[in-house]
């Protein structure tokens, strides 16, 4: 293969449309070598007209051709990249496949050491020698060697394009000046190539700056992964230790109600079973008292009788009362009572407040088919704006008819947090149940039990749900956030500008999944579910 490869015509194994090496060469029907980028990009600029050619014989083809990859040109490539097939050094060395050659060399073309911008030739070391040598040529450009030199070649007049016109932005020789690009802004090539290479300069030096800004910007963005990550673990180890004393507290907390409880149940139990033992006393000494009166009951001398009852002695009330009245459930409610307030304590501390630290957001989007006909949906499904004329919806039997309100797309599960910033005159923003009615009074966010909403202004708030409507005090906010446990029947509002306040907080069962809601009122309100931002809790 490399001896073959050594007189290899270079035209055989260059690619007629890119006029280099063949890379990757597929064979046409018709039987031609092309690069396979190459005549794909021939190909995609014939898409429009539905037909296919070759570029060397013209054959058409109706349907786009299938190439196959030719794997003796391939092979072939392959072998002169590694092998080189050198066979001496300096000017013995003979052109290869993939070299430029030289144009004057006659027999065997050896490889082109430079190209001339004047003569439009490549030269060898030995016929370059001129250039160095002879004063004439001493003036010539020369430049590393290329296939391209013909580019350089006006197409109209034949003669070197030593010019630019500005106008057309293309390369021109001395005489287009004077017939097609007659009145053009023209400059020489030099001059152009200078202009040009100034402002690339320029701008290779703005990309470098840019590239250090960056690379700065890297190194903070790095820096903050590795002081995040040694914070994360500093965190992580501080709570575990704050956890493993709050439980060792829970624990001992534990462990002392435990004892209060049996202490009070030992000393509860010692005192009713002292209370049965004289009880028990009681009760034998009142048997023996009634035996012996049945005894003289049943005394048939009537003297006798009258005898034995003077000398019996009176009856006795027991010592002890016989309404003995025990509560050992009341007697260990205060116990209860206080459990009970520790568990409230830290649930609501570990479902509720808890969120201010670690709120879980959710992406919510709104419903455009639930949106009223005054309200404009847009940013991708974020904002809703209330307009003063109808927009074209189509119909459909989720949009609601009476008052301003949409609904989200998804159903809100689990535990999700999400805000709502809200602009103009007032707002409303609420969960429902997706069988929520969508004509009439009770489709009203908070006007049944299918819905509960909070209605902001500049000065207030009003919580509504089932119907009934109450004041909720706190800071003025056009920001909003809410957050949902729906398993634990949680829904909390708050208000999110530059604290976390809470401004009211549901503990209900919720029955069916939710979606979020929201409701404008005049014309020119607005309302947008924002991205979370974090902050400190009041």
Not at 322 to 346: I, K, N
Not at 354 to 382: I, M
Request: hydrophobic share 30%.
């Amino acid at each position: 293969m490399a001896e073959a490869g050594a007189h290899l015509n270079p035209e055989m194994s260059s690619c007629l449309i890119c006029l280099d090496p063949l890379v990757d060469p597929v064979t046409v029907p018709c039987g031609h070598v092309y690069c396979t980028s190459c005549i794909h990009t021939h190909w995609d600029g014939e898409d429009d007209n539905k037909t296919y050619s070759c570029p060397q014989c013209r054959q058409i083809f109706t349907e786009r051709p299938v190439q196959k990859k030719n794997i003796t040109f391939a092979d072939l490539m392959e072998e002169l990249k590694k092998t080189g097939h050198r066979t001496g050094s300096g000017d013995h060395i003979y052109s290869e496949v993939l070299d430029v050659t030289c144009d004057m060399c006659t027999e065997t073309r050896r490889r082109a050491a430079k190209s001339c911008l004047q003569c439009l030739v490549s030269y060898c070391s030995s016929h370059l020698q001129p250039h160095y040598d002879v004063p004439q040529f001493k003036r010539h450009e020369l430049i590393e060697p290329t296939r391209r030199l013909q580019e350089n070649i006006c197409p109209h007049h034949g003669e070197l394009m030593r010019m630019f016109c500005r106008t057309d932005q293309q390369c021109i020789c001395y005489h287009c000046p004077v017939d097609e690009h007659k009145g053009h802004d023209t400059v020489s090539a030099v001059a152009e190539r200078d202009e040009r290479q100034k402002e690339l300069e320029v701008g290779q030096r703005r990309i470098k700056a840019w590239i250090q800004e960056k690379e700065k910007d890297l190194k903070v963005l790095q820096q903050e992964v590795e002081v995040t990550c040694r914070s994360a673990d500093k965190t992580d180890e501080y709570s575990e230790e704050i956890f493993t004393v709050l439980m060792r507290l829970v624990e001992k907390r534990r462990c002392n109600v435990k004892e209060l409880i049996r202490s009070r149940k030992e000393t509860q139990v010692n005192r009713v079973k002292d209370l049965q033992r004289k009880l028990m006393q009681e009760i034998s000494e009142l048997r023996r008292e009634d035996a012996e009166l049945l005894k003289l009951l049943l005394v048939e001398d009537h003297n006798q009788f009258l005898q034995s009852c003077a000398s019996q002695p009176n009856i006795r009330k027991p010592s002890h009362s016989s309404g003995v009245s025990l509560l050992p459930l009341c007697y260990f409610e205060d116990v209860t009572a206080a459990v009970s307030e520790l568990r409230h304590h830290l649930q609501f501390s570990l479902d509720d407040d808890w969120t201010n630290t670690f709120r879980q957001p959710c992406d919510v989007t709104l419903d455009t088919n639930t949106a009223h006909k005054y309200l404009s949906v847009c940013e991708g499904g974020k904002r809703v704006t209330q307009m003063t004329q109808k927009q074209s919806h189509v119909p459909h039997p989720h949009r609601f008819s009476v008052w301003q309100q949409v609904l989200s797309r998804d159903a809100l599960t689990g535990r999700c947090y999400w805000e709502v910033e809200w602009s103009g005159s007032a707002a409303g923003v609420a969960v429902a149940y997706k069988n929520i009615k969508r004509d009439g009074a009770e489709s009203q966010f908070g006007s049944s039990d299918r819905s509960w909403a909070l209605n902001c202004n500049n000065n207030s708030y009003v919580f509504q749900h089932g119907g009934i409507s109450w004041a909720v005090s706190g800071p003025p906010s056009s920001r909003i956030g809410l957050y949902l446990d729906h398993r634990a029947g949680v829904l909390s509002f708050y208000s999110a500008s530059k604290t976390m306040t809470l401004l009211h907080r549901v503990q209900t069962t919720f029955t069916q999944p939710l979606y979020a809601g929201l409701r404008l009122y005049l014309s020119g309100d607005t309302a947008k579910f924002t991205k979370l931002t974090l902050m400190s809790a009041a």
